[in-house]
């Protein structure tokens, strides 16, 4: 049964920073995508970056781009979001995905796509 498991959420101020873990288990990653997205309240879940476990492909949403940085540990089966240069639009609960099928180099931006998720971790930056 696939498990993720992230963990690295907390209160920050503006312009600082936070690394995000997503500890994967259950399964061989090394064909599927996996993604980060947040929610804040009141607002739809969005997409904030994806990997490709086989390529290592990642992709950004906009508005995170320059400021937050995916990568993986293989060894540990763990993804990471480093997030720098953090703003109060930031607060939300981040989570990491996983996708049901391989989809190799592609990375997937609708949450629809994604079928595995973790508990999510919690991210406020204060002003």
């Known amino acids: 049964q696939v498990q993720l498991v992230e963990s690295g959420g907390g209160l920050v101020q503006a312009g600082g920073s936070l690394r995000l873990s997503c500890v994967a288990s259950?399964?061989?990653?090394?064909?599927?995508?996996m993604g980060w997205f947040r929610q804040a309240p009141g607002k739809e879940r969005e997409f904030v970056a994806g990997?490709?476990?086989?390529?290592?492909?990642?992709n950004y949403a906009d508005s995170m781009k320059g400021r937050f940085t995916v990568s993986k540990d293989n060894a540990k089966n763990t993804l990471y979001l480093q997030m720098d240069s953090l703003k109060p639009e930031d607060t939300a609960v981040y989570y990491c995905?996983?996708?049901?099928?391989?989809?190799?180099?592609?990375?997937?931006?609708?949450?629809?796509?994604?079928?595995?998720w973790g508990q999510g971790t919690q991210v406020t930056v204060s002003s």
């Open positions: 990997f490709s476990w086989s390529v290592g492909n990642t």
């Open positions: 995905a996983t996708t049901h099928y391989p989809t190799y180099s592609y990375i997937p931006l609708r949450s629809e796509k994604y079928a595995y």
């Open positions: 259950g399964r061989t990653f090394s064909n599927y995508a």
